[in-house]
C-alpha cells in the first residue's frame, strides 16, 4: 500500500509526535522524515515500510487513498491532567487484575523534578496494593524512596544502558513516557506486551 505525504504528517500529528520523534522511533534521520514528509525526492520502499510500521505499532491505521485512523487500543495522555489520569488508569487496572508492573528506565531524579508529589501520591498507592508487584530499573538512583515500598524491587542500571524514553508493562498495556514532553502513550497489545516483559525480564535477571 502507497501512502501520501498528507497521510503521512497527518499520522504524526495524530500522535502529537515532531519530526525528531517519528525520526526515533523508526531509527532514521530528522532530514529523512523531512524529504518524506515534503515529497522531495522519490522514496526507497523500505524506507516508506519502516515509517508505516512505526505507526501501525502506535495504532495508526491508513486507509488507502483516503486518511488515518487511530486505533482506539491506544490512549495519549498529556500535560499534568493527562499524567493523572494515566496514574489513575494505572492504578485501576492493577488493582483489579493484581498483576505486576515491570517499569524500565525511570529516572528517579526527573520523575521527582517533572510530577513531584504526584508521583509519590501514586506509588505510595501502588504501595497498598498487596497483590500487585512492582519491578522497576532506574539509572540515577531512589530519589522517591522506593525501598520503603515492601511490594517494590528496585533495580540500578548503567545509564548508557538505558533508552530515551521510559516504558512499562502491566496487564496487557504498554506504557512510554516523554516525560520531558509531559507525554505518556498506552497501547493496549498483548503481542506487544509479551515481547516486552520477555525483554524486561531477561535484562532483570541479568542484573544482580
Not at 487511530?70 to 487484575?97: C, H, P, R
Not at 524491587?153 to 538505558?162: A, F, G, M, N, S
Not at 505518556?184 to 509479551?194: E, N, R, S
Amino acid at each position: 500500500m502507497q501512502i501520501t505525504t498528507a497521510q503521512l504528517k497527518a499520522a504524526r500529528t495524530l500522535l502529537g509526535w515532531t519530526t525528531q520523534d517519528l525520526a526515533d522511533f523508526s531509527d532514521l534521520s530528522v532530514s529523512t522524515i523531512n524529504n518524506l514528509e515534503n515529497d522531495r525526492h522519490s522514496t526507497h520502499k523500505k524506507t516508506m515500510e519502516k515509517v508505516m510500521l512505526t505507526f501501525e505499532k502506535f495504532g495508526v491505521c491508513f486507509v488507502e487513498n483516503s486518511g488515518v485512523l487511530v486505533n482506539s487500543s491506544m490512549k495519549i495522555y498529556e500535560g499534568l491532567s493527562g499524567i493523572q489520569k494515566y496514574f489513575d488508569y494505572n492504578y485501576e487496572v492493577l488493582k483489579a487484575t493484581s498483576g505486576e508492573h515491570r517499569i524500565f528506565t525511570i529516572d528517579g531524579l526527573v520523575l521527582k523534578q517533572k510530577l513531584g508529589p504526584m508521583a509519590q501520591a501514586h506509588y505510595e498507592k501502588l504501595s497498598r496494593l498487596e497483590s500487585v508487584k512492582v519491578r522497576m530499573f532506574t539509572p540515577s538512583g531512589n530519589f522517591l524512596n522506593f525501598e520503603k515500598y515492601n511490594n517494590f524491587k528496585i533495580k540500578q542500571i548503567p545509564l548508557y544502558q538505558t533508552s530515551l524514553v521510559a516504558h512499562s508493562y502491566f496487564s496487557g498495556n504498554v506504557a512510554i513516557f516523554f516525560l520531558e514532553k509531559m507525554r505518556v502513550i498506552v497501547i493496549q497489545d498483548q503481542a506487544l506486551f509479551d515481547v516486552g516483559v520477555k525483554n524486561f525480564d531477561y535484562i532483570w535477571n541479568s542484573f544482580k
